[in-house]
């Protein structure tokens, strides 16, 4: 659980604000990605996918937006609250490449949210 | 519904040991995968299956073994435990590879 947020990138916002927390993917070819939420001591849990004909999508106070030209994937949560703290990760699939068609997980960005 | 379960939640092993990481889910799932999560690594893919019967290698398989005889269960054997299999191990499924995959808790292994 606590182990999984050492060497990783933070991001610390405070209460109420906005948080945008980036995603460069290497695959030109990955057509779906997504967004999970892991807290401290569990399981990865899903927060929003996009795929590639898509350029944002948006969900209850979060929203991803990709940009295909740059490889790049964001994602943007509303009026930040405690309970969003937690660790971040971005996945990309693609049936093309070395990842046979599974998801391939970005290291992850750790949210603090000071209140 | 369950969604996926894992067991057990902790398990400490000495080197050469061998024991058997269960994962279960009650949603009907064709694809499952076992991951490994270690500090700064993200989740890396151990072995995969797509269906009853049929499995395949992930990104970090040596040392483990998978089996998929019920669409319901898909149990991680480490073969002989060495301390660099020290990690958390976690377990997901998904309607296929391009949806959303569902994590279990994680076991936590510690191996001397």
């Known amino acids: 659980g606590e182990s999984v947020g050492l060497h990783l990138p933070t991001l610390s916002v405070q209460e109420g604000d906005n948080s945008i927390i980036n995603c460069a993917y290497s695959n030109s070819a990955s057509d779906y990605f997504i967004w999970y939420k892991q807290e401290s001591g569990k399981g990865p849990q899903f927060i929003i996918d996009?795929?590639?004909?898509?350029d944002k999508r948006q969900g209850q106070r979060v929203t991803v937006l990709l940009n295909k030209t740059v490889k790049h994937l964001s994602l943007q949560i509303a009026a930040t609250q405690p309970g969003d703290s937690a660790v971040y990760f971005c996945a990309e699939n693609s049936l093309y490449g070395g990842s046979q068609g599974n998801l391939i997980f970005g290291k992850g960005t750790k949210l603090s949210v000071k209140p | 519904n369950a969604g996926v379960t894992q067991t057990p939640k902790f398990q400490v092993l000495k080197t050469g040991q061998s024991m058997t990481l269960q994962c279960a889910q009650d949603?009907?799932?064709?694809?499952m995968s076992w991951y490994r999560q270690d500090p700064g690594m993200g989740l890396r893919l151990i072995h995969y299956?797509?269906?009853?019967?049929?499995?395949d290698q992930g990104e970090v398989p040596n040392g483990y073994n998978v089996s998929r005889s019920t669409t319901e269960d898909f149990p991680l054997r480490l073969l002989s435990a060495a301390p660099s299999q020290t990690s958390v191990y976690f377990c997901a499924s998904s309607y296929s590879r391009s949806y959303e995959q569902y994590f279990g808790p994680g076991t936590r292994l510690t191996v001397t």
């Open positions: 996009i795929r590639s004909n898509m």
């Open positions: 299956s797509v269906g009853a019967g049929i499995t």
């Open positions: 949603m009907n799932h064709e694809y």
